[in-house]
């Protein structure tokens, strides 16, 4: 295994809708059921941009997670997922509206349980990705810290993508301490201080809607604009973004090129419908 990801499966219920909601009543929609969480988005897009990925993650004893299972394995995501019989597997409501902007309304559930035992030895890895949402839970948050220092114990480069501005306080940035690249959206780094975050991380490289992206670190900022792509359906850009920028970074690109690459592949996200290319057969 090259990269390990660690963080939230789900089973996604994404309905589109092209007339505004009508709250107390009923709005025509097509829903569909696919595999979604940070985690297993990020690691579906490394699978299909030709990294080898393993995903680390905690689901129930149910049917959803024999559907999110078999859907990652094919394609192409070693998932090595803790079995809890206590909780179901997570699960996310998204609702798409016709400018392809998503309001998602999680569940965590057996997500909100992940162990430092869940995660697999790490002796065949060079890096480990760790969603975000597993140090905003203080139900997780230790064993997020301790993933990660386990990770760097064994000789692995990180990375954290903080996923929520709203949910960062001290105690999230404290834990970012010798990450080495973090990827948040321009809201999340302003959360953590701007370029103070560089206080506790080696880099950061930070998408910006519209914008494009943005790479900072000691040496200064480099700026990649948007690719223009027609935008279908958000949800999961981000995550897409992360796997094209790491991808690159891994492989010794430069800042600029690094950014490239995530915003070539957060364009190809928001093209289509859902969080996760389109499945290996």
């Known amino acids: 295994m090259s ?14 809708h092209s007339t ?25 897009w490394l699978a299909h941009l030709g990294e080898p990925v393993t995903l680390v993650s905690r689901v129930g004893e149910d049917a959803a997670a024999a559907q999110v299972r078999d859907d990652l394995t094919r394609r192409g995501v070693r ?8 909780a179901a ?30 995660l697999p030895p790490l002796e065949q890895a060079k890096h480990l990705h760790l969603s975000g949402y597993v140090l905003l839970d203080a139900a997780t948050r230790q064993a997020g810290i301790d993933i990660l220092a386990i990770a760097r114990k064994t000789g692995l480069t990180t990375s954290v993508d903080p996923q929520s501005a709203a949910l960062i306080d001290d105690t999230f940035v404290t834990a970012l301490e010798g990450v080495d690249v973090l990827l948040p959206n321009h809201d999340e780094y302003l959360a953590l201080g701007g370029p103070k975050v560089l206080d506790y991380v080696g880099a950061a490289a930070v998408t910006h809607g519209q914008h494009g992206a943005y790479w900072v670190d000691r040496d200064g900022v480099v700026e990649e604009p948007a690719l223009p792509t027609e935008c279908v359906d958000t949800t999961g850009a981000g995550d897409a973004f992360n796997a094209g920028a790491l991808r690159a970074w891994l492989a010794g690109a430069t800042p600029r090129d690094v950014l490239r690459a995530g915003v070539a592949a957060g364009a ?9 290319p389109v499945s290996r057969r």
């Open 3 to 16: 990269v390990v990801v660690v963080g939230d499966t789900a089973l996604d219920v994404v309905t589109r």
């Open 20 to 44: 505004p909601i009508a709250w107390g009543d009923d709005t025509l929609a097509t829903t569909t059921l696919r595999p979604g969480g940070a985690g297993a988005n990020a690691a579906a």
């Open 79 to 86: 998932c090595v997922f803790a079995v809890d019989p206590s």
């Open 89 to 118: 597997t997570g699960c996310v409501v998204v609702l798409v509206d016709n400018t392809g902007q998503r309001t998602m309304f999680p569940d965590r559930g057996a997500n909100a349980l992940i162990r430092r035992a869940d």
């Open 268 to 276: 190809a996200a928001v093209s289509q419908v859902g969080a996760q």
